[in-house]
């Protein structure tokens, strides 16, 4: 009898269910139900998503060209173009209210989470870099990008590995530096000796060949170490890191004048793209001599014997004009000079080479080169000397203190015209921009009197009594100390200070001049 009752009741309801089905509205096709329409919607929506290549998190190329703060093209290791897009989605534009390290009062700012996207043409997202923190910023604190400044870029070089660099203003005149390289197809962050990369102007400047270089100010001077530091970093490949190559440290302690001169230093090479400070990058080999005997020397552009024409002609306008080589007029051209004696006929007579320029020290100079041909020791220093390497037509002169190499020359070995006469009234060229008359009298067999009178805005003036010896005259001692080494070439007479010839001039002139006869 409950088996009847199940039975019964089971039909029932399958009539029921039938029922419902056949009371179901015909226009289901054409009018969706509440569920069909999200199932559309939902369609819709995947249309515009990333594909399932993309992550959640990428962001559609048409908004990060619209709205990334930086925009920029860089090409990896293996030459292939990528764009980098330096984004935020919350981004705030704000307003400096009064001056501090960040920039002037009322200069226009824009700060937010900032991340790195990647992508190439003919994507339609940016690929977030999920695996980097610009400044290692986990904190949640803001980076700030002040408008119109140029506060991300590329260092490239036709020779050298395309770097992203990245900055924040941290204090006044400093600068933090992130850097990233391109590897595989994503960016990866490149890592400083374990230590932060600070520069004064943001920049870290590609020189090619795996070198870069940048430039710090330190201004306390309770640290360690102060001043001016410009160093050159060596980037390795295949740890994505830059590791010190070489640095050089000026302030007044252990320089003279060493701020003022770090201050010119870093203008000239902020102010010209192209150039470098110098760093060691020239080898030191056995083929040198080899070199020299040509007039020329390893990685310099312009032998002995090219005219001064020919080198603005490729080089354009120098980085610095001296006379400090016995008068000669030099040329510097990223650090390599270039000398011109007014006998020379406006061709160079000798290149100069910095001792930090050469990748190596004295004792290699021994291994490679051997004995030199003749050692002339300095007369004021005992540690100075000048090893002179002859090989014919010119000759190679190392100047070193203790086992640093401190200058290289390459020269003319022709012994010059020894001139006996002396007497006459010299002056400084015009265009030298300081007036200036040497006047020598009296002059005998064994010397003569003289006197030199220089002025711009402060003047400087002395006299004394020189002896000769060939070409040169040798002031005698003065009651301050003062002898000043005369050197004559031709109707040229240059005029070198001693050490305690300040004195008559003090620290805005000084009496180093080239004069030419009347």
């Not at 010839?501 to 030419?516: K, R």
Request: with cysteine; proline share 3%.
């Amino acid at each position: 009898m409950k088996q009847f009752f199940y039975s019964l009741l089971f039909i029932i309801c399958l009539f029921l269910i039938a029922g419902c089905v056949k009371g179901q509205p015909s226009n289901a096709s054409n009018e969706p139900s509440h569920e069909d329409t999200t199932n559309s919607i939902e369609t819709d929506e995947v249309l515009e998503a990333p594909s399932s290549e993309n992550s959640m998190s990428d962001i559609p190329l048409t908004v990060l060209q619209a709205d990334s703060r930086f925009h920029l093209q860089m090409t990896d290791d293996k030459n292939q173009t990528y764009h980098v897009h330096i984004y935020s989605s919350d981004e705030e534009k704000g307003e400096i209210d009064s001056p501090s390290f960040l920039g002037v009062e009322g200069e226009q700012f824009y700060s937010g989470q900032y991340h790195l996207y990647l992508s190439e043409d003919d994507d339609e997202y940016g690929v977030k870099q999920e695996h980097l923190n610009l400044f290692e910023n986990e904190s949640g604190s803001p980076a700030h990008f002040i408008e119109g400044e140029k506060m991300a870029y590329i260092s490239s070089h036709k020779t050298g590995r395309d770097l992203l660099v990245i900055y924040q203003k941290e204090a006044l005149n400093q600068k933090s530096l992130n850097v990233f390289a391109l590897e595989d197809g994503a960016l990866q962050e490149v890592k400083v000796d374990g230590q932060p990369l600070n520069s004064i102007n943001g920049e870290l400047r590609n020189i090619g060949d795996h070198y870069y270089q940048s430039v710090e100010y330190k201004i306390n001077e309770t640290e360690e170490e102060f001043g001016w530091f410009f160093t050159t970093w060596e980037f390795h490949e295949e740890t994505l890191t830059l590791s010190l190559k070489s640095q050089a440290v000026y302030n007044d302690e252990s320089f003279t004048d060493g701020n003022t001169y770090g201050q010119e230093t870093y203008e000239r090479w902020k102010d010209k793209p192209t150039s470098t400070f110098a760093y060691p990058y020239i080898p030191i080999t056995s083929d040198w001599l080899d070199e020299v005997e040509k007039g020329r020397f390893p990685s310099v552009s312009f032998a002995v014997g090219t005219s001064l024409q020919e080198i603005f002609d490729k080089k354009g306008e120098p980085d610095t004009i001296t006379d400090w080589l016995r008068g000669a007029e030099t040329f510097m051209f990223n650090n390599i000079g270039y000398a011109v004696t007014a006998t020379s006929n406006n061709t160079v007579n000798t290149l100069l080479i910095p001792g930090t320029l050469i990748d190596g020290d004295i004792k290699q100079i021994y291994d490679k080169l051997g004995e030199p041909d003749e050692k002339v020791v300095g007369e004021q220093d005992n540690h100075t000397e000048v090893m002179i390497y002859n090989t014919g037509a010119h000759a190679l002169y190392i100047e070193k203190s203790k086992n640093e190499i401190e200058m290289i020359l390459v020269s003319k070995t022709e012994t010059p015209e020894i001139s006996t006469d002396w007497s006459g009234t010299y002056t400084i060229p015009e265009d030298k921009g300081v007036g200036g008359v040497l006047n020598i009298y009296n002059e005998d067999e064994a010397g003569f009197q003289f006197d030199i009178h220089v002025s711009t805005t402060h003047v400087g003036e002395m006299e004394g009594y020189a002896l000769k010896d060939g070409n040169t005259a040798l002031q005698v001692e003065d009651e301050i100390g003062c002898q000043m080494t005369l050197v004559k070439d031709g109707n040229h007479v240059t005029t070198i200070e001693g050490p305690d010839c300040w004195g008559w001039s003090g620290m805005a002139i000084d009496l180093n001049h080239t004069f030419v006869k009347q």
